[in-house]
């Protein structure tokens, strides 16, 4: 089994920054892969961003490239998502994923493991 706790989400204005934390535990196969996801009311969970074990290549939702970024901190078994110039439709509850396998993926549907989300607010 896998564990993954989210923390770092809050109220911010438009345009300041949040930075969330993934902390993972379990089976070090099943968190290869990593990845954010967001669901904000009434609509449907949606891709963020991924990254490999490695932490080559990541990959983002055209809706956040150039504003966020994701890592990850092996050592401490810990993926991170900066969020810069945060807009008002940033607004949702951010959850960290892990899947095994070699690749990493877009869809929710191929991720074993989640979190229970951080809640990030984008006032105008």
């Known amino acids: 089994q896998v564990q993954l706790v989210e923390s770092g989400g809050g109220l911010v204005q438009a345009g300041g920054s949040l930075r969330l934390a993934c902390a993972a535990s379990?089976?070090?196969?099943?968190?290869?892969?990593m990845a954010w996801f967001r669901q904000a009311p009434g609509k449907e969970r949606e891709f963020v961003a991924a990254?490999?074990?490695?932490?080559?290549?990541?990959h983002y939702a055209d809706s956040v490239k150039g504003r966020f970024t994701i890592s990850r901190d092996n050592a401490k078994n810990t993926l991170y998502l900066e969020m810069n110039t945060l807009k008002p439709e940033d607004t949702a509850v951010y959850y960290c994923?892990?899947?095994?396998?070699?690749?990493?993926?877009?869809?929710?549907?191929?991720?074993?493991?989640w979190g229970q989300g951080t809640q990030v607010t984008v006032s105008s």
């Open positions: 990254i490999s074990l490695s932490g080559d290549s990541p």
């Open positions: 994923a892990s899947r095994s396998g070699t690749a990493t993926s877009a869809s929710s549907t191929d991720y074993d493991y």
């Open positions: 379990g089976r070090p196969s099943r968190i290869y892969n």
